[in-house]
């Protein structure tokens, strides 16, 4: 279930995957749905991300509820491609296609003012699909079930500064592919994290007023926090318009194979968002300080609806 801790989104891995207390577009589903309840409107989002590993397609759907608050239906592809299958030198006898699937519900809304709080509801599947003779590599699939869980406060109020965040990751269901004793459990991760906006002295008044946000978080496996990673992130904005995003990851998970945990190694990441109207395209490029892995590149193409 490594792909579980890919990072979504080109505006989260922008700001080094600083995310607990962010909000107003749907990727924050995958980071603390609680931030869902900041959407001022409903929203449709392709993501997609070029990884050393993967490519990783997400189709998003986010709506307005008439009585408040916020639902989404998401569903994530992560392809690793083809394999073939070579029995003996120069004899290919069939193809692998390993994939992972989730599809995903949410709900998020407001409740006592400065209190928001989220709930995704997940159905996640591995599947390897064979073509031809595959040998000893049959086609097998699994399924399981899994869910976050989040909350966001304002402590000054809905215009104030500061906002902080909490969200459990992936808690749910072992994945069981062949039998009880070989299932893999989903990587429950416990996240907390701060956002502190700055308004900047604006230039005159008939322009975009100047922002800056600063992001911490902080977020390791559920009830093991010997080794965290921290997150930061800093965004520099012109209104809605511009968006320019730096940030840092200190990843202390190991990329080793398929089977462990993936997100990406420590290092840098910078990006930008662009709206026009309706549409926003964002932009994400992470940078690893010591891998030789191809770097994940990130984007977003949103819509309000």
Known sequence: MAFLLMPVGAQTAALGQAAAANGGAGEIAFWNPAGLALMERGEIAVHHAATFI??????????????????????YLVDFGSQEVIPRPGQTTGQLSPKNIELMASYATRIAGPLLVGVNYKLIQFRQDCSGDCGLFPSISGTTHGFDVGMQVEPFGRDGPLRLGAAVRHAGFKLQLENREQADPLPTRFRVGAAYRIQLPQPAEDVEPLDARILLDVEGPWLDWSDPDVNVGLELGYGNLIRLRTGYASINRVIKTLDE?????????????????????????VFYDTSNLDEPVHITLRADI
């Not at 190694?265 to 109207?277: E, F, K, Q, W």
């Open 54 to 75: 993967s490519d990783n397609t997400v189709l998003a759907g986010f709506f307005r509820s008439p009585g408040g608050g916020i639902f989404g239906l998401t569903a």
């Open 261 to 285: 945990p993936a997100s990406g190694a420590r290092g840098p990441s910078v990006g930008i968002g662009i709206r026009l109207g309706r549409v926003a395209v964002d932009f994400g490029r």
